[in-house]
């Protein structure tokens, strides 16, 4: 198939303006591929990768834009070109009673002078000069752009912290500020519960479980998903922490993270013991003793958190369920998906576009299958040898940089998703597909109806060789998301998806179908035996 290469010298577009002009063009009749970004060193490589570059790039420098096309024909690739150019062309935008198109952070400001945040997207290199310069200005940042050095980020967040400043970020995905939402963000109704979190789709699955319940969010805090390394140091958390502590809105304070190192673990919680607030706390994989220990309530998933969360703030005491369906029922809707596999089908595979959601059901997996191997492992010996092939019980964070880089984020464009979803039912070992379906802002306007297709393909693919494929999933997302909740799970049902009201449900029922019920009462129990109860500063639990 023929490839082109265009050149725009001396043209940049941030990252996000770039994922959507890349997915719109993969829309077209014809094109196969296709990825717009700027030269930079590392772009280039991605797309030799992948067989996009030609020698018309070979010149090219951090400054240049390419837009690389793969087509079935010429006229294809003119079509894809064309359109392009009309995508890349600078909006107006309407500020005020003026129509201008500010192509600086300063002349920006000064359009907006109130302005007290500043959204980033822009590459790597020029993310820290533009951070300090709104930070230098006053302005709390919310910072989308990654390959920013990890000694960057940690200067920019201590000068944030200096002046009183929120650095979310880099690699910030997620934030709710005052009921706006920033980078991928679900609509959800405004309330007294707080979030800080070093995960996007982890603020994500929490704030919309959280409003399912009735209740709301004040504010959501993203911090990056470095910033509880042991070499950040948990700077931005700990901030995060005490800006909802003194937050008027803030009743109820939830905290989203991976196991952390055992230091930063201990200055976190120090952060929390300080505040007055109730707090529950969700180290994905970690112990809850020393959580116990200052007064805040422990929780085992993502799930667990916001239902805590929601019973702290309503004052009432509740019993947490591992599944919203009775065991009865759970039982039976396993049953008449592992009686129809055969007997090679034993593997799950997991196709995740959210990094916390793919943890989350990893150590659920782990506990009631086994060793689950990914490109984001729990352990080193469990990484995948080739991300493109499973191996085993598989999970794969299709968001990390090895299938991002050059290309849209999965939440954005689900197509190497699909790819990857027909690769799996063409393996005869795989029993169940696993997937995560994220709504929002900045989320594909229909992920159900493009995924559903593909699954149903998929289906047929196995049924044409006497197999049954089972796909379990879950939505992160609720009833006033433009592409709207009940809407997208009709279409997974509609495609023979069992959808699951959260990640760590949906987890659970893929280890039953895949062990054939095998797992027993181990699929009712907590995971580290946790009781359904807990403390809190004010009793309730």
Do not use: W
Request: proline fraction near 4%; hydrophobic fraction near 45%.
């Amino acid at each position: 198939m023929p490839v082109r290469n265009t050149i725009k010298r001396i043209f940049y577009r941030d990252s996000a303006a770039l994922m959507y002009v890349s997915n719109r063009i993969e829309t077209l009749d014809g094109v196969t591929l296709a990825s717009i970004v700027m030269a930079t060193d590392a772009n280039k490589d991605v797309l030799r990768g992948i067989g996009l570059l030609t020698e018309d790039a070979k010149d090219t420098g951090p400054n240049d834009l390419i837009i690389a096309v793969k087509a079935e024909s010429a006229d294809a690739l003119d079509e894809a070109i064309a359109m392009a150019d009309r995508l890349l062309k600078p909006a107006a935008a309407a500020i005020g009673e003026a129509e201008v198109a500010p192509r600086s952070f300063d002349s920006a400001l000064g359009l907006m002078p109130d302005a007290n945040f500043v959204l980033i997207s822009v590459p790597g290199a020029f993310a820290k000069l533009e951070a300090l310069r709104a930070l230098r200005n006053g302005l709390n940042v919310f910072l989308f752009s990654d390959g920013v050095l990890i000694q960057d980020e940690l200067e920019l967040k201590q000068i944030a912290r200096e002046k009183g400043l929120l650095m979310m970020g880099p690699e910030c995905g997620t934030a709710i500020i005052n009921n706006v939402g920033l980078g991928f963000a679900n609509v959800v109704r405004e309330g007294s519960i707080g979030i800080v979190g070093a995960a996007g789709t982890g603020i994500q699955q929490v704030a919309v479980l959280i409003h399912r319940e009735g209740l709301g969010i004040s504010q959501a805090i993203g911090t990056g998903g470095r910033d509880l390394s042991r070499h950040i140091g948990g700077v931005m958390t700990v901030e995060g922490i005490r800006a909802l502590a003194q937050d008027q809105k803030t009743e109820v304070i939830v905290l989203i993270s991976k196991t952390l190192h055992p230091e930063v673990e201990k200055k976190v919680l120090e952060a929390v013991k300080e505040v007055r607030k109730p707090i529950v706390v969700n180290f994905l994989g970690g112990s809850s003793c020393a959580i116990q220990e200052v007064g805040a309530v422990p929780a085992t998933t993502l799930e667990e958190a916001a239902i805590r969360a929601v019973s702290l703030a309503k004052g009432q005491t509740r019993k947490v369920r591992l599944f919203t369906k009775d065991s009865a029922e759970i039982i039976s809707i396993g049953e008449a998906e592992y009686a129809r596999l055969s007997a090679k089908q034993r593997y799950v595979r997991g196709l995740f576009s959210g990094g916390s959601l793919c943890h989350e059901a990893m150590l659920i997996l782990a506990k009631l299958i086994g060793d689950v191997y990914s490109n984001v492992p729990l352990e080193p010996l469990l990484r995948l040898k080739d991300t493109a092939i499973s191996q085993g019980h598989t999970c794969v964070d299709m968001g990390e940089a090895e299938f991002t880089v050059g290309r849209p984020h999965p939440i954005i464009d689900p197509s190497l998703r699909e790819r990857r979803l027909l690769q799996e039912a063409e393996d005869h070992e795989t029993a169940v597909v696993l997937l995560d379906l994220v709504l929002g802002y900045g989320a594909h306007p229909d992920p159900a109806g493009v995924l559903g297709m593909c699954i149903e393909k998929a289906k047929d693919l196995a049924d044409r060789e006497g197999r049954h494929l089972s796909v379990v999933a879950s939505i992160v997302g609720t009833d006033r998301d433009p592409q709207d909740l009940k809407r997208q799970e009709e279409k997974l049902l509609e495609a023979g998806v069992i959808v699951m009201p959260s990640n760590s449900q949906a987890a659970r029922m893929t280890a039953l179908i895949a062990t054939r019920g095998r797992i027993g009462n181990m699929l009712f129990t907590y995971p580290n035996k946790l009781s359904s109860g807990g403390n809190s500063r004010d009793g309730v639990l």
